[in-house]
């Protein structure tokens, strides 16, 4: 089983999409430089960045996660089983198959799919104390615990509400969908699951102006040619170049002798 590595070829897509980020910002806030070469025309400007990433429920554009995955610092190795077809999304009802909560249904209301990660809501909780001293007595705080996809939660059928495993199959009008593979009953998406931080669906989010219209995105702007764009202006201007260049020549010195090369 393949180990997390690398920078944004290991960042879900479900990830990039929950969060409306562009990937290069994504891939500029998980940069980290682990040696920068010493000043001097005689070094390779060659930076040794961080390949190899640890994750976990923070995010990998925030500060925890940075923190996390310092440089130098040591981490427990973590070996994921590949999941070829993800059929997991928030806003889904599931059963925790492992755990104090064995049995009882909730819904997917956080995922992290690096990690094969669920979490079902007010399910699998631990409690913690926090800010206690001796002038205060803390604060007792529930956390949600992730839990794993392959074995510790499975989706419900809706004909009967019972676990089962799922899989991706395609209608009679080619429409990809989710089917129970135990009875072949057709699992919905659920709406959280078009959730962002910036609109609950893609419907409702209303233009701004700083944004790029729906319909220049369908319109084609740019017809590709062989052409630089200097040739481009200069037709556009109605300008004609007659002009044969110079020659140019290159001289390198070799075995005492120069060796002239035409271009």
Same mark, same amino acid.
């Given at each position: 089983?393949?180990?997390?590595?690398?920078?944004?070829? @290991?960042?879900?897509? =479900?990830?990039? /999409? *929950?969060? !409306?980020? +562009?990937?290069?910002?994504? $891939?500029?806030?998980?940069?980290?430089?682990?040696?920068?070469?010493?000043?001097?025309?005689?070094?390779?400007?060659?930076?040794?960045?961080?390949?190899?990433?640890?994750?976990?429920?923070?995010?990998?554009?925030?500060?925890?996660?940075?923190?996390?995955?310092?440089?130098?610092?040591?981490?427990?190795?973590?070996?994921?089983?590949?999941?070829?077809?993800?059929?997991?999304?928030?806003?889904?009802?599931?059963?925790?198959?492992?755990?104090?909560?064995?049995?009882?249904?909730?819904?997917?209301?956080?995922?992290?799919?690096?990690?094969?990660?669920?979490?079902?809501?007010?399910?699998? @909780?631990?409690?913690? =104390?926090?800010? /206690? *001293?001796? !002038?205060? +007595?803390?604060?007792?705080? $529930?956390?949600?615990?992730?839990?794993?996809?392959?074995?510790?939660?499975?989706?419900?059928?809706?004909?009967?509400?019972?676990?089962?495993?799922?899989?991706?199959?395609?209608?009679?009008?080619?429409?990809?969908?989710?089917?129970?593979?135990?009875?072949?009953?057709?699992?919905?998406?659920?709406?959280?699951?078009?959730?962002?931080?910036?609109?609950?669906?893609?419907?409702?989010?209303?233009?701004?102006?700083?944004?790029?219209?729906?319909?220049?995105?369908?319109?084609?702007?740019?017809?590709?040619?062989?052409?630089?764009?200097?040739?481009?202006?200069?037709?556009?201007?109605?300008?004609?170049?007659?002009?044969?260049?110079? /020659?140019?020549?290159?001289?390198?010195?070799?075995?005492?002798?120069?060796?002239?090369?035409?271009?």
């Amino acid at each position: 089983m393949p180990r997390v590595t690398s920078l944004v070829r @290991c960042v879900a897509d =479900m990830t990039k /999409k *929950s969060s !409306n980020l +562009p990937e290069s910002y994504i $891939k500029r806030a998980m940069q980290q430089v682990e040696w920068n070469p010493p000043k001097g025309v005689q070094y390779r400007p060659i930076s040794l960045r961080k390949k190899k990433f640890t994750f976990s429920v923070d995010r990998p554009w925030t500060q925890e996660f940075r923190q996390q995955n310092m440089p130098g610092r040591q981490r427990k190795k973590i070996f994921i089983e590949p999941i070829a077809e993800w059929t997991f999304f928030k806003g889904d009802r599931v059963e925790i198959l492992a755990g104090p909560d064995k049995g009882k249904h909730g819904l997917v209301n956080y995922i992290v799919q690096e990690r094969n990660w669920v979490m079902v809501e007010g399910l699998n @909780c631990t409690y913690e =104390m926090m800010g /206690k *001293s001796k !002038n205060y +007595p803390g604060m007792m705080m $529930k956390k949600e615990n992730p839990l794993l996809v392959t074995n510790q939660v499975a989706l419900l059928d809706p004909s009967d509400n019972k676990p089962t495993q799922a899989e991706w199959r395609y209608t009679e009008s080619g429409e990809r969908v989710r089917v129970s593979a135990r009875t072949g009953r057709i699992i919905p998406m659920p709406k959280q699951a078009e959730e962002t931080p910036d609109y609950k669906t893609k419907s409702t989010y209303p233009e701004q102006d700083k944004d790029t219209k729906e319909k220049e995105l369908t319109q084609i702007t740019f017809e590709p040619s062989h052409r630089t764009f200097e040739m481009d202006i200069m037709e556009k201007m109605g300008i004609k170049e007659d002009r044969v260049p110079r /020659k140019t020549f290159w001289y390198s010195v070799r075995h005492r002798s120069f060796d002239f090369k035409e271009f």
